[in-house]
């Protein structure tokens, strides 16, 4: 399977820190996308970098893209208690033209007060 | 705006009963998919529906089968239930553009076979 890797598996970090998970990849995107999941809910779209871009910021969120490494790294920066969540990356692969993503198996953040 | 709708969003089945799990966008969509999620195992592709009228396998197919029934509509169905599909189950939208566009996903199904 084509997956992406989150790493680490798990982060817990104080409020207000600043968390970094990484994603790992194997094959050529298209572009590559970070979601979040809170317990018991489904997945929700935080930001997608395309193949030709860098870097990308959404408020607390900034998503950097190596493709020479094959790797992306999301960075929340001040962490809030309700960041505690699971966070997946997920690649389009290039080639696919059915929209298809292939998921990493997430890091769990748990940020406390 | 409801996005994807899921239902049921739990159900627990015998071994070897079937049914059915339902999934609209209304979005407009052209695709639509399906995935389960275990324990440390992400989430892995059952089917998908590039477009209306047309379905391919994921990694995962497998004792499940899927109808296209219109361009809202992606219905996933276990035939024959077994423990191993003990799991939940997502279905997920989106618009291809370069790539794969920005996925939405429904609340889940949790489904426990017994």
């Known amino acids: 399977s084509q997956q992406g890797e989150e790493d680490p598996q798990a982060l817990s970090i104080q409020e207000g820190e600043n968390a970094t998970m990484n994603c790992s990849y194997k094959?050529?995107?298209?572009?590559l996308q970070w979601y979040r999941q809170n317990s018991g809910r489904g997945l929700v779209h935080l930001i997608l970098?395309?193949?030709?871009?860098r870097e990308k910021h959404s408020g607390r969120l900034r998503v950097t893209l190596d493709t020479s490494k094959k790797s992306s790294s999301l960075l929340i920066t001040a962490s809030r208690a309700a960041d505690t969540a699971s966070y997946f990356c997920a690649t389009s692969q290039r080639g696919s033209t059915l929209g298809r993503l292939y998921f990493g198996r997430g890091t769990q953040l748990t940020v406390w007060p | 705006n409801a996005g994807v709708t899921q239902t049921p969003k739990f159900q627990v089945l015998k071994t070897g009963q079937s049914m059915t799990l339902q999934c609209a966008q209304d979005m407009n969509h052209n695709s639509m998919y399906w995935y389960r999620q275990d324990p440390g195992m992400g989430l892995r592709l059952i089917y998908y529906s590039a477009s209306e009228g047309t379905t391919d396998k994921g990694e995962v197919p497998n004792g499940y089968n899927v109808s296209r029934l219109n361009k809202r509509e992606f219905s996933l169905r276990l035939e024959s239930a077994a423990p191993s599909q003990t799991s939940v189950y997502f279905c997920a939208s989106s618009e291809p553009g370069q790539g794969a566009g920005e996925a939405f996903f429904g609340q889940g199904t949790r489904l426990t076979v017994v």
């Open positions: 970098i395309r193949s030709n871009e």
């Open positions: 094959t050529s995107i298209n572009n």
